[in-house]
C-alpha cells in the first residue's frame, strides 16, 4: 500500500553505522540452486524495466533468487508539483503499461529476460482503486478526471461511499470507502471485474508469474477470490498470489479472510523481529525459538515476511517498529535470520535513499527515473541503496537455498539473551551475536565434517576450492561441533553448499 494506510509512526531513531564489517558487494559466483528450492524474493523498489532485467541476469538469476516484485506498471499520475513521489504510482489512470520505469515493450522484454535468467516476475497489482486527484494526464497521455477513466471506468463503476475511510472496525467502511480519497472500485461489478481480469491476463501473457495485490484489505475478500478465480479461467493455475493485508489484530478485517485466495504478507512478523533485535517491547533474541504460528502469525506456508518494505521504511502503513537500511548492522542481523529460519516465504528489500517520506526515486528534473546499470559500471551503494547485494543478504540467499530441504530449526542454542545458534538439520547452521561483548563457544550441529565458508563475508570462489572475500572457514569436526569467536553484532553462518573440498 501506500503512505496514508493509517495513521503514521515515525521512523525509528538512528543507530551508528558500523560498515566496515559488511562488504557491501556479493560475488557472483555461487552457482543457482535448484529451481524447487528457491523461495527469496527482491523488492526491486522503483527500478525501471531495463534495469530490473540487467539485474536478474547480472546478480539475481547467479546468486539464486526466485523472484524480483516490481514496482506498479500500470499507467499512473504525474505529480510534478509535489516533486514526483514515490506513491504517484499507486494511483492508476489507465490498465496501459506506461509507467515511470518504462514503456509496455520494455516491460515485456524485461520478463522475458529474468525468465530467461531463472527468475519469476511479480507484478505488483493495483486493483483497489484509481487516482484520487481530481484530473489531470497520465503517464501514457490519457487525460482523465476523478470517476471518469476513458475506455475503463466511469462513475457508476466506483462504490456509493465517496467518503475516506473513517472507522477501522468497521469492514464495510474499510472496503467500500475511499482510501484517503482514491476512487474505491466497486469490485462486486460484473464489469470492474472483466476490466481487472483483462489486465491481470495482459501480464500474464507477457510472462508475469505472480501477483501482490496491493490494498487487498480494502477490498472484499470473496471479490478478490472471485477475480482470481476468473483469471485462472483464462490462464490456468501455477500463478502466485500474496495479498496486502495489514492486520495488527484489533481491526475489523482478519488475514484469514483471505487465505483461500492466496498467501497473505505478514506484517506483524517485521514489527516482532525488529523489536528483538531493537530490545524493544521487552523482546530479546531468545524469544525467537518459538516464532510463528504461535506468536499470531499466519501458517508458515501462506506467509510473506520481510524486516522492512517500502511502507515500513517510511513509518507509512500503521507505523511501528521496523528496522531499516538506516540502521546497517542490526538491519544486517535481522536479514540474516529471516533468511536462516524456516518460516515463512522471504522478501528481501532494496530501497533508494530519502530525506522526505514523500520522496521519488532517484531522477533528474524531469522526473526521468535515474538508471542503476550505466554501462560496465552502476549506482548501487551510491544513488541506489541496493540492500539485496550486501554480502551477508545476497549470501543469505544461497543458505536459505540449501537449507529448503529440511524446513525445520534444530540444535538451538541461546544465553537467554541476545546471543542465538540454530541448525537446519545437516544442511546449515547459523550464530548470531547481538550482544555487545563478543561470543566464543563450542556449537554443536548436525553438518558433516569439514570446511566451510561463513557466507556472512562471502562463499565459495570460483574455483571451489577456497573461501572469496575476506570469508573464514570455520571447521567442523566428526562430532558436528566447531568452535569459534563471533564478535559483538556479527554472525556466523554455514551450510553444505559453501563446503570446501576435502
Known amino acids: 500500500m501506500w503512505k496514508w494506510l493509517m495513521s503514521g509512526v515515525s521512523l525509528l531513531g538512528m543507530?551508528?553505522?558500523?560498515?566496515?564489517?559488511?562488504?557491501?558487494?556479493?560475488?557472483?559466483?555461487?552457482?543457482?540452486?535448484?529451481?524447487?528450492?528457491?523461495?527469496?524474493?527482491?523488492?526491486?523498489?522503483?527500478?525501471?524495466?531495463?534495469?530490473?532485467?540487467?539485474?536478474?541476469?547480472?546478480?539475481?538469476?547467479?546468486?539464486?533468487?526466485q523472484g524480483v516484485q516490481v514496482s506498479p506498471a500500470q499507467e499512473h499520475v504525474v505529480l510534478p508539483q509535489q516533486g514526483y513521489p514515490w506513491w504517484q504510482r499507486y494511483q492508476p489512470v489507465s490498465y496501459r503499461l506506461e509507467s515511470r520505469s518504462g514503456s509496455r515493450q520494455a516491460f515485456a522484454a524485461m520478463v522475458q529476460r529474468c525468465r530467461q535468467a531463472g527468475v519469476r516476475v511479480y507484478a505488483d497489482a493495483v486493483i483497489n482503486h484509481m487516482a484520487g486527484i481530481d484530473g489531470g494526464t497520465g503517464s501514457g497521455g490519457t487525460a482523465f478526471t476523478k470517476y471518469s477513466y476513458p475506455g475503463l471506468y466511469q462513475a457508476e463503476d466506483f462504490n456509493a461511499c465517496r467518503r475516506p475511510i473513517s472507522d477501522y472496525g468497521n469492514a464495510e467502511n474499510v472496503t467500500q470507502c475511499e482510501l484517503v480519497g482514491l476512487a474505491?472500485?466497486?469490485?462486486?461489478?460484473?464489469?470492474?471485474?472483466?476490466?481487472?481480469?483483462?489486465?491481470?491476463?495482459?501480464?500474464?501473457?507477457?510472462?508475469?508469474?505472480?501477483?501482490?495485490?496491493?490494498?487487498?484489505?480494502?477490498?472484499?475478500?470473496?471479490?478478490?477470490?472471485?477475480?482470481?478465480?476468473?483469471l485462472q479461467q483464462q490462464v490456468g493455475p501455477g500463478l502466485y498470489i500474496y495479498q496486502e493485508v495489514i492486520d495488527p489484530g484489533t481491526e475489523a478485517i482478519k488475514k484469514q479472510s483471505y487465505y483461500s485466495y492466496g498467501n497473505v504478507i505478514e506484517f506483524e512478523y517485521g514489527r516482532l523481529v525488529s523489536e528483538a533485535f531493537l530490545a524493544q517491547e521487552g523482546r530479546q533474541l531468545a524469544d525467537l525459538v518459538s516464532l510463528g504460528e504461535a506468536w499470531g502469525l499466519a501458517p508458515s506456508s501462506q506467509a510473506v515476511v520481510f524486516i522492512d518494505n517500502h511502507d515500513k521504511q517510511r513509518g507509512h502503513g500503521g507505523g511501528g517498529n521496523y528496522l531499516t537500511h538506516q540502521q546497517r548492522p542490526l538491519y544486517l542481523l535481522a536479514n540474516v535470520?529471516?533468511?536462516?529460519?524456516?518460516?515463512?516465504?522471504?522478501?528481501?528489500?532494496?530501497?533508494?535513499?530519502?530525506?522526505?517520506?514523500?520522496?521519488?526515486?532517484?531522477?533528474?528534473?524531469?522526473?526521468?527515473?535515474?538508471?542503476?546499470?550505466?554501462?560496465?559500471?552502476?549506482?548501487?551503494?551510491?544513488?541506489?541503496?541496493?540492500?539485496?547485494?550486501?554480502?551477508?543478504?545476497?549470501?543469505?540467499?544461497?543458505?536459505?537455498?540449501?537449507?529448503?530441504?529440511?524446513?525445520?530449526?534444530?540444535?538451538?542454542?541461546?544465553?537467554?539473551?541476545?546471543?542465538?545458534?540454530?541448525?537446519?538439520?545437516?544442511?546449515?547452521?547459523?550464530?548470531?551475536?547481538?550482544?555487545?561483548?563478543?561470543?566464543?563457544?563450542?556449537?554443536?550441529?548436525?553438518?558433516?565434517?569439514?570446511?566451510?565458508?561463513?557466507?556472512?563475508?562471502?562463499?565459495?570462489?570460483?574455483?571451489?576450492?577456497?573461501?572469496?572475500?575476506?570469508?573464514?572457514?570455520?571447521?567442523?569436526?566428526?562430532?558436528?561441533?566447531?568452535?569459534?569467536?563471533?564478535?559483538?553484532?556479527?554472525?556466523?553462518a554455514i551450510h553444505v553448499e559453501a563446503r570446501l573440498p576435502d
Open 184 to 230: 474505491d472500485l466497486d469490485t462486486a461489478s460484473a464489469h470492474v471485474q472483466a476490466q481487472i481480469v483483462a489486465y491481470l491476463q495482459d501480464l500474464v501473457s507477457l510472462g508475469v508469474g505472480g501477483f501482490r495485490i496491493d490494498a487487498a484489505k480494502h477490498m472484499r475478500s470473496q471479490e478478490i477470490g472471485t477475480i482470481l478465480a476468473q
Open 15 to 65: 543507530v551508528v553505522l558500523v560498515a566496515a564489517r559488511y562488504p557491501q558487494s556479493a560475488s557472483l559466483a555461487v552457482p543457482p540452486a535448484p529451481a524447487s528450492s528457491q523461495t527469496v524474493f527482491v523488492h526491486l523498489f522503483e527500478w525501471t524495466w531495463d534495469d530490473v532485467a540487467e539485474e536478474c541476469e547480472q546478480y539475481l538469476g547467479p546468486m539464486g533468487f
Open 337 to 492: 535470520f529471516m533468511l536462516a529460519h524456516p518460516y515463512g516465504t522471504p522478501q528481501v528489500m532494496s530501497s533508494f535513499p530519502f530525506s522526505d517520506s514523500d520522496q521519488g526515486p532517484p531522477a533528474d528534473a524531469a522526473g526521468q527515473t535515474r538508471r542503476v546499470h550505466q554501462g560496465s559500471s552502476d549506482t548501487c551503494f551510491q544513488a541506489w541503496v541496493c540492500e539485496h547485494r550486501w554480502t551477508a543478504i545476497g549470501q543469505m540467499v544461497g543458505f536459505r537455498n540449501a537449507t529448503a530441504a529440511f524446513p525445520a530449526l534444530t540444535d538451538w542454542w541461546s544465553n537467554g539473551h541476545n546471543q542465538i545458534a540454530f541448525g537446519r538439520g545437516n544442511r546449515g547452521f547459523v550464530v548470531i551475536n547481538r550482544e555487545a561483548a563478543p561470543l566464543r563457544r563450542t556449537f554443536t550441529t548436525q553438518l558433516p565434517a569439514g570446511r566451510y565458508c561463513n557466507v556472512i563475508q562471502g562463499g565459495l570462489a570460483p574455483s571451489g576450492r577456497s573461501c572469496q572475500g575476506q570469508a573464514e572457514v570455520i571447521t567442523v569436526n566428526a562430532a558436528g561441533q566447531f568452535t569459534a569467536a563471533v564478535a559483538s553484532l556479527d554472525a556466523i
